[in-house]
Each structure stands twice: as C-alpha cells, then as structure tokens.
C-alpha cells in the first residue's frame, strides 16, 4: 500500500467569525464547530455544553484534565475517510493522499469520569516532558449533564466522538489547501518484498493495543480491540487514522490517538526501509485481564512472526502492572520462534528508582528501550491560566492529597503528565 501524506504547517491559531486555512493561520468559529460536534446524538445526550480555548507554546497555561489529544486530517484522494468505522465508513485506509495539519492538534478536556487523566503545561519544567507543549492547541473543554457519573461508559464515548467529530470539522479546512510538503510511504506484499530486499533482514513492528476493558479500550477500525484476535495491519493503515484511543490509563504512557497518528516507531521504520531492513508490516495485538487471553493473543503474535518468516520483532505496549505480562509473553514467545526482538517500555521503579521496574521479566527480553520512570517526583510551578479545572488534581494517577498546594504549584509523580513516559518512545525520556 502507497500514502502520501501532505503536510500543511499551521503557524497560528486564531478565533474569528468564520473557518478556514489562510497563509499558515488556522481561523476557528466556536459556534460552527460547536453545531458540527452536536448533529451527534450520544453528544447531544451527554454534553451540555463546550467551551473552545487556544494554548500555544511558551504560555503560562496548565490544560487538565487531558482525555484525548487528535490531529486534524483529511483524505482528499483514495479509499476511505478520517477515523474509519467512527466518523467515516468502514472502508481500509491506508493508501491514496490525505492532509494533515501539523503543529497542531485538538485537545479533549473537561470534567472526567476516572482518575487516569493528564496535564499538559505549555511552559516550565512539565513542559519539558510532553511533546504536546510543542503544539498549538485547539482546546474543546466538555461540560456533562448531570447524572453523568452514573453513566461513565456513555458520557466517556460522547467525549471520545466529540473530540474525533472536532478534528474532522477542523481537518476538513485542509481539503483544498496546497501542502508545505509531501512524502511518500510503501510497503509491499511478502513475495514482492523479498524481491525488492532479497538481502535485507525482514521486521515487523509488534503493537500492543491497550483494552483491558473498564474505560481502557482502543477501537480498530471502529471495533473495541478486546473483540479481536491478533491480526496484520499495513502500517500506512495505522498512519490514515485506523486506531484511536479511547482509554484512560495513566497520562505518562496513555497513547493518544495523536500518538497512533504519528506512531514514531512506525516512523523510524519506514525512514530503515530499503536501506537497512525490510519493514514488513504491523501485528496488532490486544492487552487482556485473564490469563487465557492473554496466552492466546501472545501465542497468535508468536505464530504470525514465524509464518511471516520475520528475522527481527520491535514490541510496545501501553500502560503498565498487568500488561507488562503481555509484554514479556509476547517477546518472549516471538524469541523462542527465532526472531529476535526489542521491546519499549517505561518504569515504575518506585520515586526513589529502587524498585523492580516491571511486573514481570524474562532473561529473552534482553533488548529494551525505556520511557523513563513514571514514578519519578516533579514541581509544576503555578501557571497564569488554567483551561479545564483542577478539581482532580489531588486523585489522577500520580497525584495525592495535597499534591495542588495552596500557591497553585503541584507536586505529583510523572505519571500526570500526559505522554511523559510514552511507551511507543515519543517522548524526551530514553535510556537503552
């Protein structure tokens, strides 16, 4: 499958009386985004209202509580459309010209229905560990109903769609604008492949999708990836908007569904292809909570890394604690199929760093790329503005009663910053 992507670089986002891309300059009106986000049903049941922010890089704003963060996309040739099987129709993606406007993104936020949700601070020390800080920011800040703690699932999916809804109203500005730049992504099918690289080693890239279920889901395609077994994706399928988030684990190693846009494993790959390796195609595999599921999907990994005859596996996964058992099950059933492997991971190695730093372990997985330590301890300095509330500070993964103080400031671990500690490696934190 062939993409191109061309990009259309947004320099500034400004608020004005009507929408559009103009010389680098994203115009937004509120009210047309707004009446686009509520011709959806579940987003009329469940929002109120939303309220529309601009957070750019360098300013003294704090955004919390994080649910999602999505970069505005459209396809403008080819099968398909933008986030397929939830905003568009169940059609493959993956090949054809779609635009994307980069440097940008739309930020989900608003009052939450968990505890596993994240700070994005535009400047100071948090925003040395988010690349989200880098962005200019279109904040769409979700007011529920009331009653909508009783109805978690319900209120969770109307954000979700809001969000992506947002995004594609946005995306759509792009349709007619010339790209800053284009480029070009392929791979090839297992015999033509061999072919083109009879002499390069032949890899896959292993993604572990997190649906542990209880608000920790990724949708494929639209469908809830705990509902499927380990299968093949193209990896320009991953690129086009196939995969969104829609969970909420710690905001250190939650994959956005920008993350999913802007995979930078499946990056690095595509720039090794021809060159040094022959970049195969991507495993998706889910993250279960029985044991059973757990042992079939890893054992499906395993089979499909032999039966595509792979000399080498990249493995990574989402959160932490009982995935880390998928992750050591699956690198090390792929080692035992003689392919070696790398996994990418983060830490929870306790604040002091002395801690076992996964659930589990295995001598196979000796190549790993860490994320960083998730408990690690950091100081947010107090920020002039704040868009969302600080109400959850305290009970998001990280904090603790008294992590707000009473001069504004936070002291909280990693884990509230969203994309500190990312396990797919977009992030500042690395060792190897």
């Avoid at 492997?341 to 190549?367: C, R, W």
Wanted: aromatic share 6%; glycine share 10%; proline share 4%.
């Amino acid at each position: 499958m062939k993409l191109e992507l061309g990009y259309i670089q947004i320099k500034d986002i400004q608020f004005s009386k009507e929408c559009k891309v103009d010389n680098g300059t994203l115009y937004v009106d509120p009210d047309a985004v707004k009446a686009y986000l509520y011709e959806d049903d579940d987003v009329k049941a469940w929002v109120k209202d939303f309220g529309f922010d601009i957070a750019k890089p360098g300013e003294s704003v704090r955004i919390t509580p994080v649910k999602d963060v999505i970069e505005p996309r459209v396809k403008v040739e080819g099968p398909g459309g933008v986030f397929p099987g939830v905003i568009s129709k169940v059609e493959t993606v993956g090949s054809g010209k779609t635009h994307v406007l980069r440097g940008m993104a739309v930020v989900t936020a608003g009052k939450i229905v968990g505890f596993q949700e994240g700070i994005i601070d535009m400047s100071g020390p948090g925003a040395e560990y988010t690349p989200f800080s880098k962005l200019l920011n279109l904040v769409v800040v979700a007011e529920p109903n009331e009653g909508y703690q009783d109805h978690k699932h319900e209120y969770e999916h109307a954000v979700r769609i809001a969000g992506l809804r947002a995004a594609t109203y946005i995306g759509e500005l792009g349709r007619s604008v010339t790209p800053d730049e284009t480029a070009v992504f392929e791979t090839y099918g297992i015999k033509e492949g061999i072919e083109k690289m009879p002499e390069l080693p032949r890899v896959a890239y292993v993604h572990m999708l997190q649906s542990q279920g209880l608000l920790h889901d990724t949708y494929v395609y639209g469908v809830d990836a705990k509902r499927s077994l380990t299968t093949i994706l193209c990896p320009t399928e991953t690129m086009d908007g196939a995969i969104i988030s829609g969970n909420c684990v710690s905001a250190c190693d939650k994959n956005t569904t920008y993350h999913h846009q802007n995979n930078p494993v499946v990056a690095n790959l595509f720039a090794a292809h021809g060159k040094t390796l022959n970049y195969v195609c991507n495993i998706i595999t889910n993250e279960n909570v029985y044991l059973a599921d757990k042992q079939r999907s890893s054992d499906w990994t395993a089979k499909l890394c032999r039966l595509l005859d792979l000399d080498g596996a990249m493995v990574s996964q989402e959160g932490f604690g009982n995935p880390d058992t998928d992750l050591i099950m699956n690198c090390k059933k792929i080692e035992l199929q003689g392919v070696k492997t790398v996994i990418i991971t983060d830490e929870y190695a306790g604040q002091d760093g002395k801690s076992q730093s996964l659930a589990d372990a295995d001598p196979l997985a000796d190549a790993v790329v860490t994320g960083g330590n998730a408990n690690e301890v950091i100081i947010l300095p107090k920020m002039d503005k704040v868009i969302g509330t600080l109400d959850f500070v305290d009970v998001i993964a990280g904090g603790h009663a008294g992590s707000l103080r009473p001069d504004g400031s936070i002291e909280a671990e990693l884990q509230v910053i969203t994309g500190a500690t990312n396990e797919m490696g977009f992030n500042r934190l690395s060792a190897r």
